[in-house]
């Protein structure tokens, strides 16, 4: 064998190992940008006490199970303006933090055992807002569809997790536990 | 006579209290097309006044309606990026009607930064082609 045959054997076998490395990397996370998150607490004959952010962010490494996920606080949508005002302005105090995120992960996640159907994963880490951390120990509904991935699911936070003091007058019209919501849809990257 | 002065007048206080009460409860949410922008800058003159000090600059544009021209570099749904590190999401328009490379001004609210994306946001947006 010549030497140039040689070397170009290397090269395009280099090339083709760098392409399969690079395919992989891409394929490893799942980004979603327009994550859904509601929260609700509303008590029975009062004004509903609800919010919706439609614009949360959630990734993926389909390779560890590892999630990530935020939300900035300005962008939950209250229907009453009023309401989403003192939200932002005497509860989540957004001006001092605008963000709630939680970094965890999905156990036993197996990107190939996922399908159509959805199929119940259990994740665990911390969510942190308001300069507070709280463990969230939750499941999720995951499911696949293409090279999209579905998860919903919801979980119980209260206000004193993070320190949010809710002042008598409207105490008896905000639910003592908050229901959080997700759903969310990733893409492959 | 003057016991009806004060009922009339008296009933006319509680009317506008009511009225003022019920109008701070149901107010309208902003229309931040309409108010008058804080900031009117290039989309990465913000963004590298951003990078420069971001604890400043969130206390100076958290909330504040900025107008920003840029390039667009991509467009997911309704959101329109600029200059790769900016992220407008749309109020009522159609993102779709835009193309990349257009050069556009926006109108929006500055509601943060996003480390995992790690762009700027701005939301409740409109846009005029340049």
Redesign the interface.
């Known amino acids: 064998m010549d030497k140039r045959r040689k070397t170009r054997i290397i090269k395009s076998f280099l090339f083709i190992s760098l392409l399969c490395i690079s395919i992989s990397f891409a394929q490893e996370k799942y980004i979603g940008k327009k994550g859904i998150l509601t929260f609700e607490a509303s008590e029975k004959a009062f004004e509903p006490v609800k919010a919706k952010n439609e614009s949360v962010t959630v990734i993926i490494n389909t390779t560890t199970g590892e999630i990530a996920s935020l939300a900035l606080m300005k962008e939950f949508r209250f229907r009453n303006a009023l309401m989403e005002e003192h939200f932002n302005e005497n509860y989540i105090e957004s001006d001092t933090y605008p963000k709630a995120i939680f970094k965890g992960k999905i156990a036993a996640f197996d990107l190939q055992q996922l399908s159509e159907k959805e199929k119940e994963f259990k994740v665990s880490g911390s969510l942190t807002l308001h300069g507070k951390e709280k463990k969230i120990d939750t499941p999720v509904l995951i499911s696949k569809v293409g090279d999209q991935l579905f998860l919903k699911g919801k979980f119980i936070v209260t206000p004193q997790d993070f320190d949010i003091s809710i002042p008598k007058i409207v105490r008896n019209k905000i639910a003592k536990n908050i229901q959080v919501f997700i759903d969310f849809k990733l893409k492959a990257k | 006579m003057k016991k009806k002065n004060i009922l009339v007048f008296s009933l006319i206080i509680a009317i506008a209290l009511t009225a003022f009460v019920f109008n ?7 229309d931040i097309s309409a108010e008058k922008s804080d900031v009117h800058t290039t989309s990465t003159a913000f963004f590298s006044s951003f990078t420069a000090n971001q604890k400043e600059f ?2 100076q544009y ?2 504040k309606v900025v107008e920003l021209s840029g390039i667009v570099t991509a467009i ?2 309704n ?1 329109v990026i600029l200059d790769e590190n900016i ?1 407008v ?1 749309l109020k009522d328009q159609d993102a779709t009607t835009l193309s990349n490379n257009n050069k556009i001004t926006i109108k929006g ?1 500055y ?7 790690e762009q700027l ?1 701005i ?1 409740q947006a409109t846009f005029t082609i340049k």
Do not use: A, C, P
């Open positions: 701070y409860i149901n107010k309208d949410h902003r969130d206390g958290l909330d997911e749904d959101s992220v999401t609210r509601v943060g930064y996003d480390d995992l994306l946001k939301d």
